[in-house]
DNA sequence: AATTGTAAGCGCTTACAATT
DNA sequence: AATTGTAAGCGCTTACAATT
């Protein structure tokens, strides 16, 4: 027996709409979800007792027959803070609702906690709460590998460097070496670089694409320092270049934040930019248009890889095969070069 | 007929459990949710069966049943990147999240979506998606009476002002008085304020406790300006405040980005702070931390307020009549008072 | 009295049958 | 052939009966 708690109605059933209309309830269930083959005349007296009652299916009956929850995570395994304070996450959250648009999915955000094992969040995602996944993956293969093992469809946003994962990337060597490239067709012959972790691929990728314009011009790298994405990174790198005396004229931050750092520290030198220096970031994120100067950058589109990697699993989980997508990327050109 | 795709094994069900471990589904059942009446040797052979079967409840399934879908939302009516960017918002999450705890409840960010329109989101919540929701609320009662109109429990984190809504807030009358009053003992006798917007609850609430320490200690109002909480409007304020060439030697800021905003416009024109003009903050945000001086500022702890509206919500979840909570604020002392 | 099982039912979808 | 209905079943929970 079922009890409702005082004052509370029973929600309408899909029972109450069909006797309201005086149809079975298989006819309220294909009008419900949209089939073509009831009778336009059935179809307008079933829409009918649905508003009048001010029916809405039950979801958990639905998930129970169709096996589909109806819901998608994005899913962050990054701490809570961080997520919170890159201006990347709100681009890729809002590209992410975009992609799913009009699909009728529930969309979750899952964010990791700080000191959350890895395993609390894969836990999760397959325990059928949810129908499938985007994951935002700024790290190595360990956890793409466990995310790919799930019993449900993912769609990697940054390449997870194993093999089989749909994902959506940049094409992060052609964008670094454009950057480059950039920077050498504007007569600098000495190019230094402030890379990002060497762990992560995006890290790697963008070093690769510098040295790859630099060989195709026939030109020996300059300084090379590793960072590791955060401005005090970049502040950090671009001290130690000046401190080795080493000779350049020109630098590729592999990212914006970095760039910002790198930009302080010419600047307490006593260095001009572009004039002394010419910077170029990676990101095109909000303070590369607002430091001074503006600072020339690559785009890196965090909302339009989201929307692609949607896109790509509605696809997946409509039974439609994917296969992975590289975006391009272009310079934005500011006043640092 | 339910077809399996192919590869796919259908998930073990209570009734597979209950096969292996000798006893019925509903035996299995009052195991897995921890009833008391079974016999323990029952209880731990149908735990070894869960375990070889690596059982999981089919949520879908027990919300039908329970008419619990196990599911809460964080409802954030704001748009996306506001959000994104405001330290206050990963702090509400984090204690939010930790508010939920161990209550087995799934915890999902609802964030308005630039352009949404608010029925949009009030849809969502009210379809069965979830058993309640925490609102963080910054907006008038508009909202509050159309999100209290829903079947399902709603804790407020800010007073809604809606009679009848259960909510967490700060005691913002007592706090600004503290803040006012902090000043004043320093010896300070012409105290400006830079208000919030005054459609706000805690824009008109942070006056108040200025007007109330002011007149307690019989002292006429100092120079106010409104302010509508960013850092661009408390550096126009405070220059209003200078241009006005009103005399005054402290100042109360509604909020820290606003007051350090104020510091800026006061460097500008060289005024030293604290020595021609104390300022105190108000949110204990991590830029007053950083700022130079470091800002006085009263706490505002978001995590906490949101850990107890969590708990609330469960309270009501249970049935658990619950009433509003009023928590505490005090002074954090830096160098800027 | 303590423990367990039986069976109904939650609200849907959908294969198949029946009707026009 | 186009439209509609019948009835089974998705995987649980829980009132009540039955058993020890």
Same mark, same amino acid.
């Given at each position: 027996?079922?009890?409702?708690?005082?004052?509370?109605?029973?929600?309408?059933?899909?029972?109450?709409?069909?006797?309201?209309?005086?149809?079975?309830?298989?006819?309220?269930?294909?009008?419900?979800?949209?089939?073509?083959?009831?009778?336009?005349?059935?179809?307008?007296?079933?829409?009918?007792?649905?508003?009048?009652?001010?029916?809405?299916?039950?979801?958990?009956?639905?998930?129970?027959?169709?096996?589909?929850?109806?819901?998608?995570?994005?899913?962050?395994?990054?701490?809570?803070?961080?997520?919170?304070?890159?201006?990347?996450?709100?681009?890729?959250?809002?590209?992410?609702?975009?992609?799913?648009?009009?699909?009728?999915?529930?969309?979750?955000?899952?964010?990791?906690?700080?000191?959350?094992?890895?395993?609390?969040?894969?836990?999760?995602?397959?325990?059928?709460?949810?129908?499938?996944?985007?994951?935002?993956?700024?790290?190595?293969?360990?956890?793409?590998?466990?995310?790919?093992?799930?019993?449900?469809?993912?769609?990697?946003?940054?390449?997870?460097?194993? !093999? +089989? %994962?749909?994902?959506?990337?940049?094409?992060?060597?052609?964008?670094? *070496?454009? @950057?480059? $490239?950039? =920077? /050498?067709?504007?007569?600098?012959?000495?190019?230094?670089?402030?890379?990002?972790?060497?762990?992560?691929?995006?890290?790697?990728?963008?070093?690769?694409?510098?040295?790859?314009?630099?060989?195709?011009?026939?030109?020996?790298?300059?300084?090379?320092?590793?960072?590791?994405?955060?401005?005090?990174?970049?502040?950090?790198?671009?001290?130690?270049?000046?401190?080795?005396?080493?000779?350049?004229?020109?630098?590729?931050?592999?990212?914006?934040?970095?760039?910002?750092?790198?930009?302080?520290?010419?600047?307490?030198?006593?260095?001009?930019?572009?004039?002394?220096?010419?910077?170029?970031?990676?990101?095109?994120?909000?303070?590369?248009?607002?430091?001074? !100067? +503006? %600072?020339?950058?690559?785009?890196?589109?965090?909302?339009?890889?989201? *929307?692609? @990697?949607? $896109?790509? =699993? /509605?696809?997946?989980?409509?039974?439609?095969?994917?296969?992975?997508?590289?975006?391009?990327?272009?310079?934005?050109?500011?006043?640092?070069?």
């Amino acid at each position: 027996m079922v009890r409702f708690p005082d004052g509370e109605r029973p929600a309408p059933t899909l029972e109450d709409v069909a006797r309201r209309a005086g149809v079975s309830r298989a006819t309220v269930s294909r009008v419900v979800n949209g089939a073509t083959l009831v009778a336009p005349d059935t179809v307008k007296s079933v829409q009918a007792a649905i508003s009048d009652l001010d029916y809405r299916p039950n979801r958990a009956a639905r998930a129970l027959v169709t096996r589909r929850t109806g819901v998608v995570a994005v899913v962050v395994p990054e701490a809570n803070e961080r997520v919170f304070n890159d201006p990347f996450f709100p681009q890729a959250y809002h590209g992410a609702l975009q992609g799913f648009g009009n699909s009728d999915v529930q969309v979750v955000l899952a964010i990791a906690q700080p000191g959350d094992p890895a395993d609390r969040m894969l836990r999760y995602l397959d325990s059928g709460h949810v129908d499938g996944a985007i994951v935002l993956s700024h790290h190595g293969p360990a956890l793409a590998t466990a995310l790919a093992r799930m019993a449900i469809p993912v769609v990697f946003v940054g390449d997870p460097e194993t !093999p +089989g %994962l749909p994902f959506v990337d940049l094409d992060q060597v052609d964008a670094s *070496r454009q @950057a480059t $490239e950039l =920077l /050498i067709q504007r007569g600098h012959r000495r190019v230094a670089t402030i890379t990002g972790p060497l762990d992560m691929a995006a890290g790697r990728r963008r070093l690769q694409g510098f040295r790859d314009a630099l060989t195709a011009a026939g030109l020996e790298p300059g300084p090379i320092e590793v960072g590791d994405f955060t401005q005090a990174s970049g502040r950090a790198a671009a001290a130690r270049i000046l401190a080795s005396g080493a000779d350049f004229d020109a630098i590729f931050v592999a990212n914006d934040l970095m760039a910002t750092g790198a930009l302080y520290t010419f600047g307490e030198a006593g260095l001009r930019v572009p004039d002394d220096v010419a910077v170029i970031g990676f990101d095109n994120a909000a303070l590369a248009e607002q430091s001074s !100067p +503006g %600072l020339t950058t690559m785009t890196n589109p965090a909302d339009e890889l989201c *929307r692609v @990697a949607a $896109e790509m =699993l /509605i696809k997946t989980l409509a039974g439609v095969p994917v296969t992975s997508v590289i975006l391009p990327s272009h310079p934005v050109l500011r006043g640092s070069v």
